[in-house]
């Protein structure tokens, strides 16, 4: 998955490391694999976006700025590659 971040939203993120549990309130815990940062202007976002959502990394990042507002980090987001905690 592709998670932007912010100051105070998901700055958690910068501490995750691979064999991680990360859990919130509507999700099942999943084990963290990978954890990385990538340019959102990228070719990489784009390649990834298309294969995660099915659409080009601008119209994703359109709709995480538009749920974000201002606090969004607008150069990169965090790629988390992922198991369910089982």
């Known amino acids: 998955m592709l998670i932007p971040y912010g100051d105070y939203k998901n700055s958690f993120l910068h ?3 691979p064999g991680d549990v ?5 999700e099942a815990p ?4 990978e954890i990385t940062r990538v340019g959102v202007h990228s ?4 390649a990834l976006s298309l294969l995660i959502y099915g659409q080009p990394i601008e119209v994703v990042f359109k709709a ?9 980090n607008k150069q990169d ?3 988390i590659i992922y198991t369910p905690n089982v």
């Open 15 to 17: 501490d995750v490391r």
């Open 22 to 26: 990360l859990a919130d309130m509507d």
């Open 30 to 33: 999943i084990k963290v694999l």
């Open 43 to 46: 070719a990489l976002a784009n």
């Open 64 to 72: 995480m700025k538009g749920n974000w507002g201002y606090e969004i």
């Open 77 to 79: 987001l965090f790629l």
